[in-house]
C-alpha cells in the first residue's frame, strides 16, 4: 500500500531527522538570499528540482540510507540538485570535486594538491608557495633539484649580485624586489622607486644609522621595542629615531639617566616607571575620593531611625563604608535606611526619572575627571621643571 506507515526504529527516527536538516539547508542555501551560501549557490544558478522542492518526503526517499559521515554532494558542480547529479559522499570526496580545488600536473598526471602533499610527506602551503616562486611541480615536491628564489642573481649595477643581498642592503624585501623585476622594472628602478604609503609594506622602510642603512624593523628588535608602536612613534607623533627606540626622551617626558644601561635593563625599567606612575595616579585618584565623601559627610545632615545627625557620625555609631553610603544618598539618592541597609533596596528610579538621574550623574562625574585632570597637569609641571633644571 502507497500510504502504509511503516514502523521506525529510535535510530531511523534520528537518521529521518537529520535528512531534513540537509533538505532545510539545500532549500535555504539556494533560495533565500541571507544565507551565508547563497551566492555560490543560488546567486550561481543553482536550484533544486521540483520534486525535491515541493516534497521533502520525495527527497528523503530518494536519498535513503544516508551512510555514517558522508555528506550531500553534486556530481556536476555546475548543475543543480536532483537525484540523478546527487550522491553521499566522504568530507575528501567532497574536497576534490570542489570549484575551488587545487590539481597539479605531476609527472604527466592531473592529481589533487592535497594527495601530493600527503604523498610526499610536504605541507600544501609550502607546494603552493614554492609553486607561485616559479618553481615547477617536481621541483615543488623534491623529484627535481632547483635553485631557491631568494638565492637568484640578479645584475645590479653592472655587477652580479644576489637577489636578497641587493634588497637588504636598500631597505627592502626580496619579495618586493622580485616583483617589481618581473612587471618590467630594471633592478636599479626596483630598488630605487619608493614604497607607496598605502599598500606598502612597512618594514620594507631603511633608516639612517650611524652612518648606514638600517631596516627600522631589526632596529626596532635590537632595542627591545615593538616595531608598530615605533613606526606609529616616527610617523604618527613626529617623534625622532632615537626617541622612538627609548634612547633619547620622548617630547614632554623627564630625562632619563641612560649612562651604562643594555637594552634589556632600559626596557625593565621603562616598565617599571610606566607602572609606578599608573599606581600614583590611582591612588591619588582614591585619596581625593575619600577626602571627597569626608567633607560631603562631615556637612549632610540626616534623620536615620529617629535621630538627626552627619552622616559621619551615623557611620560612626552604625558602621559602613564611607565611600559606599555617600554614593548611595548622595548619587543614588538612596534613602539613609537603605543606604545602611536598614531597609532593603527595591525599585529604583524608572521612566523620565531614571534619564534625568542618569544624564546628571554622567555630567557630573565627568566634571570630576576634568578637574583632576587639570589638578594633575598642574602638578607635573614643576616636576619637569625641577628635572630638567638638576
Same mark, same amino acid.
Given at each position: 500500500m502507497p500510504n502504509e506507515t511503516i514502523p521506525l526504529s529510535d535510530s531511523e527516527i534520528v537518521k529521518v531527522a537529520e535528512l531534513k536538516g540537509i533538505w532545510s539547508n539545500m532549500i535555504s542555501r539556494c533560495y533565500s538570499p541571507r544565507n551565508g551560501g547563497y551566492p555560490d549557490y543560488g546567486g550561481r544558478g543553482i536550484t533544486v528540482c521540483d520534486r525535491w522542492r515541493i516534497s521533502v518526503v520525495d527527497f528523503i526517499r530518494d536519498m535513503w540510507p544516508r551512510p555514517d559521515g558522508m555528506t550531500l554532494e553534486r556530481k556536476n558542480n555546475n548543475l543543480g540538485y536532483s537525484p540523478e547529479n546527487c550522491r553521499w559522499a566522504t568530507p575528501d570526496d567532497q574536497n576534490r570535486n570542489r570549484r575551488v580545488s587545487s590539481y597539479i600536473t605531476l609527472l604527466g598526471q592531473r592529481r589533487? &594538491?592535497?594527495?601530493?602533499? /600527503?604523498?610526499?610527506?610536504?605541507? *600544501? $602551503?609550502?607546494?603552493?608557495?614554492?609553486?607561485?616562486?616559479? &618553481?615547477?611541480?617536481?621541483? /615543488?615536491?623534491?623529484?627535481?633539484? *632547483? $635553485?631557491?628564489?631568494?638565492?637568484?642573481i640578479i645584475t645590479f649595477q653592472g655587477q652580479e649580485r644576489p637577489l636578497n643581498e641587493v634588497a637588504e642592503e636598500n631597505g627592502m624585501t626580496p619579495v618586493c624586489v622580485r616583483k617589481r623585476i618581473r612587471n618590467g622594472m630594471t633592478p636599479e628602478q626596483a630598488v630605487a622607486t619608493p614604497l607607496s604609503s598605502r599598500g606598502g609594506n612597512p618594514t620594507d622602510k631603511a633608516v639612517d644609522w650611524n652612518g648606514e642603512k638600517r631596516s627600522l624593523k631589526s632596529l626596532a628588535s635590537e632595542f627591545h621595542q615593538k616595531y608598530p608602536l615605533v613606526h606609529a612613534r616616527i610617523h604618527r607623533l613626529g617623534w625622532t629615531l632615537k626617541e622612538a627606540l627609548r634612547i633619547d626622551p620622548p617630547p614632554g617626558r623627564r630625562a632619563w639617566n641612560d649612562a651604562g644601561l643594555t637594552p634589556e635593563e632600559r626596557m625593565h625599567r621603562s616598565r617599571d616607571y610606566n607602572k609606578s606612575y599608573r599606581k600614583q595616579k590611582v591612588e591619588a585618584r582614591q585619596l581625593a575620593k575619600l577626602n571627597e565623601c569626608a567633607s560631603y559627610a562631615q556637612s549632610a545632615n540626616i534623620s536615620l531611625a529617629g535621630q538627626s545627625d552627619t552622616i559621619a557620625n551615623h557611620i560612626a555609631i552604625r558602621g559602613g563604608d564611607l565611600i559606599q553610603i555617600c554614593n548611595r544618598i548622595r548619587d543614588l539618592n538612596w534613602t539613609p535606611e537603605e543606604a545602611f541597609g536598614i531597609v532593603k533596596r527595591r525599585n529604583g528610579p524608572t521612566g523620565a526619572a531614571l534619564v534625568e538621574y542618569n544624564r546628571a550623574y554622567k555630567a557630573r562625574r565627568k566634571a570630576e575627571r576634568l578637574a583632576a585632570r587639570s589638578t594633575s597637569q598642574e602638578t607635573d609641571v614643576p616636576n619637569q621643571q625641577s628635572s630638567t633644571g638638576a
Open positions: 589533487y &594538491l592535497m594527495d601530493v602533499a /600527503a604523498e610526499y610527506g610536504i605541507q *600544501h $602551503t609550502t607546494i603552493r608557495a614554492k609553486l607561485r616562486s616559479g &618553481l615547477t611541480p617536481e621541483q /615543488a615536491v623534491g623529484l627535481e633539484p *632547483h $635553485t631557491y628564489p631568494l638565492l637568484e
